[in-house]
């Protein structure tokens, strides 16, 4: 008897417990809870998809993800946000749709979820994210509508976020004593020495093809050399002296690039430099989880990374995706979890050690993370400098980009003069900005 | 009285669904495209949410020196194809029109190109066009020529856009133009010989006049088609280098994702149907006129 007593206590012990556990656990209420969410195909998620078990075994949220191609990604967003009820409870966004949703008002302002006491985390400690890539990615409505400042306000958390590096082949520059650039001048002396120390080897790869990615090679010139597309008054300033120097560099780097560079994209750029044919590579982190990979690359172990070079300023591209909330979101509390979840200092660790590109300062300079991934710590050194104003972030940037990636490619290949193609940008660009309605204060 | 209506009705009865679906299928879709040509509408916004612009997107367009750049790609590009993919075809069907033997599976191996999946005819081709890897280019190398650069430079990207084509649509023709020989009436083609035609006569003066009407559907066909071929581009030069190979097609398609202008999208495919239309007219015109002409003919050689 006694001793059947004692097991009852036991027993109501035991449950008491596990009852005050239950208190504690902020995940409770949303047990069994299915989300979906809607990823990219990405290096960066594909990592995600490894730690993601984790967050069900956690919390006991059942995650779905529907994984699509970037571009496809984004069309179906489109569609998917105008209805009154959404299938996504989590999206993963580029940043250059941060401008079309925010201004369709489509996502959800996430200060009323950081203000909640029952979902905040309290230790997720905000301020190690990188500043560079909320202010590009998360926030919209402060300084010139899509930047942080003081009337702004956060709309997604950065996750698979991207600055750009310069990668370079130790061995070539051990073979002639190459100084690793720090300049823009450097850089570009190196670019086209570097084909005739070693002939048949382009100095830099560079992405070219007509369109976005000459756009994006220009710009990411553009920002360290001093420019910008716009002035404070969203005058096209492209075609000014700074504007005109960055597409002279890139007009160089195509010129001493592997052949065929005018109408790289940034797969064949990427492939040039893993195929051993260019010497250094400046663009997308993304890119460097490739070059160890035997499948894919001819120069293991002989590649090493070294800041963006600075012109005037530093100043290193952001941009990738960041996770954000739809309006028409069915489980929004606890896709609100997930996404803090996801975004928090351990499964940042987590997801970096998979593969992925960290959003957070300390998991760049974590020990365990640099181990695996030697070029972390000057990942997160170059990060410093990512500079979120870099392009501008507006609904009709997607025009103007393909104007101006269209005129270069007509640079790089039809010998168009520099400064009368940015005119011909700059004078384009005022006139889709007038209709845009951006002068009417003026 | 009531029977009498219910019978004057019968057959519009009949007629009912073909003409709903009609409405549904054909009308409804067109319609919506020429009102979304007159919105202001971006994909992030419902169609109803669009403000209303009128002719706007339509005058825009006229003053784009990118949409009227394309559409001289356009024009250039479908022009040149048709005229090249006919030749050939049209040729091909006359040598292999006769029992030689194998020509079964010669036919057969003919017509393979157009079967296989427009993006992959696009990333084949743009392969082969690699600038140091592709076959071209090394064959060429291994000759002692210079390398070619096929995409990389305005002229020639078009150039090696049109081979693309030519390559895979030249079946189509082909096949059509072979259909159209064989059911050719013998007599005609025997009275020639008996009249002493050679070879070339033959063509010139029987098969060709006689294939006529099949042929200028299928140039029709071809030349519709040429107008809205995308994938193939849009894999090997995605419009580039500069604007040297984006058809009208492919700018539709980035203006409504790139620069999300779906009522400017709209704008410019009922610019792209309007000049098929006329061109539809055209032929149709033709063909009415050259019955006619044959007809009259006829009537003459029958009184004569």
Avoid at chain 1, 49 to 69: A, H, N, P, R
């Amino acid at each position: 008897m006694l001793k059947r007593t004692t097991q009852v206590a036991v027993t109501a012990g035991a449950m008491v417990l596990a009852a005050g556990t239950a208190i504690a656990d902020p995940y409770e209420p949303y047990r069994g809870q299915t989300l979906v969410a809607n990823f990219p195909a990405h290096p960066h998620y594909t990592a995600v998809m490894q730690v993601l078990s984790d967050f069900t075994e956690e919390t006991g949220i059942e995650v779905e993800v529907d994984l699509l191609q970037y571009l496809k990604m984004r069309e179906k967003q489109t569609l998917e946000l105008t209805k009154n009820s959404g299938d996504y409870d989590l999206i993963a966004y580029v940043v250059f749709s941060k401008a079309d949703y925010v201004y369709a008002d489509q996502l959800e302002n996430l200060a009323k979820y950081f203000m909640n006491p029952r979902l905040a985390d309290p230790d997720y400690d905000a301020e190690d994210l990188i500043d560079g890539y909320v202010g590009n990615i998360g926030i919209a409505g402060g300084e010139k509508g899509y930047l942080p400042g003081p009337t702004g306000s956060l709309f997604g958390i950065p996750f698979g976020s991207e600055t750009s590096i310069l990668g370079y082949r130790k061995d070539i520059f051990d073979k002639h004593d190459l100084k690793v650039p720090e300049t823009y001048d450097e850089l570009l002396e190196l670019a086209c020495l570097i084909p005739e120390l070693e002939p048949g080897m382009g100095g830099l790869a560079s992405r070219a093809a007509s369109g976005h990615h000459a756009s994006h090679a220009f710009l990411l010139h553009l920002a360290p050399l001093g420019g910008r597309i716009f002035d404070e008054n969203w005058e096209p300033i492209v075609n000014n002296e700074a504007g005109v120097a960055a597409a002279e560099a890139l007009k160089t780097f195509v010129d001493c690039g592997p052949e065929g560079a005018q109408t790289f994209g940034f797969a064949e750029a990427g492939a040039s430099f893993l195929q051993g044919q260019t010497a250094m590579f400046l663009d997308s982190t993304v890119f460097a989880g490739q070059v160890n990979d035997p499948e894919k690359s001819k120069v293991v172990g002989l590649v090493e990374w070294a800041p963006h070079p600075m012109g005037v300023r530093r100043g290193s591209q952001t941009g990738g995706f960041g996770i954000a909330i739809p309006k028409n979101a069915e489980n929004k509390e606890a896709a609100f979890l997930l996404m803090q979840w996801l975004t928090s200092k351990h499964a940042d660790k987590l997801i970096a050690l998979a593969g992925g590109n960290p959003s957070r300062y300390s998991t760049h300079a974590d020990a365990e993370v640099n181990k695996v991934y030697p070029h972390m710590a000057t990942f997160g050194e170059a990060l410093e400098y990512a500079d979120p104003d870099w392009r501008p972030i507006i609904p009709v940037w997607g025009k103007i980009n393909a104007d101006l990636g269209t005129a270069l490619s007509k640079v790089l290949t039809e010998d168009l003069d520099i400064q009368e193609a940015l005119d011909g940008v700059a004078e384009r660009t005022r006139a889709v900005m007038d209709e845009a309605g951006y002068y009417t204060w003026q | 009285m009531g029977a009498i209506t219910l019978g004057r009705m019968t057959p519009y009865v009949f007629l009912a669904p073909a003409a709903a679906f009609m409405i549904v299928g054909l009308l409804y879709p067109i319609g919506y495209m020429v009102y979304a040509s007159f919105l202001d509408w971006n994909p992030s916004q419902r169609i109803g949410e669009a403000e209303w612009i009128g002719l706007r997107n339509y005058v825009n367009l006229l003053q784009d020196d990118a949409f009227r750049e394309s559409m001289f790609v356009t024009l250039k590009f479908a022009s040149i194809v048709v005229s090249l993919e006919m030749l050939l075809g049209v040729g091909l069907a006359l040598l292999l029109d006769r029992e030689i033997r194998g020509v079964a599976v010669l036919r057969t191996i003919f017509i393979l190109p157009m079967m296989i999946a427009p993006i992959v005819v696009g990333l084949m081709w743009r392969y082969m066009y690699h600038p140091t890897v592709g076959i071209f280019n090394r064959t060429l190398e291994d000759w002692g020529f210079q390398p070619i650069p096929w995409l990389s430079d305005a002229n020639w990207a078009l150039t090696s856009v049109i081979i693309a084509d030519v390559w895979q649509w030249t079946p189509f023709i082909f096949i059509l133009a072979l259909a159209a020989l064989q059911s050719l009436p013998r007599s005609a083609l025997e009275a020639a010989r008996i009249d002493g035609a050679s070879a070339w006569q033959q063509i010139i003066y029987v098969k060709l006049p006689l294939m006529m009407p099949v042929l200028i559907v299928t140039a029709l066909l071809r030349l519709i088609d040429a107008f809205k071929v995308l994938e193939v581009i849009l894999v090997m030069t995605n419009g580039g280098p500069g604007l040297s190979t984006e058809i009208l097609a492919l700018r539709v398609y980035r203006t409504a994702s790139e620069f999300r202008e779906l009522g400017v999208a709209a704008a410019m495919s009922n610019y792209l149907l309007m000049l098929l239309l006329v061109l539809t007219v055209a032929m149709f015109i033709y063909n009415k006129v050259t019955e006619a002409r044959a007809a009259r003919l006829r009537q003459m050689a029958e009184k004569g």
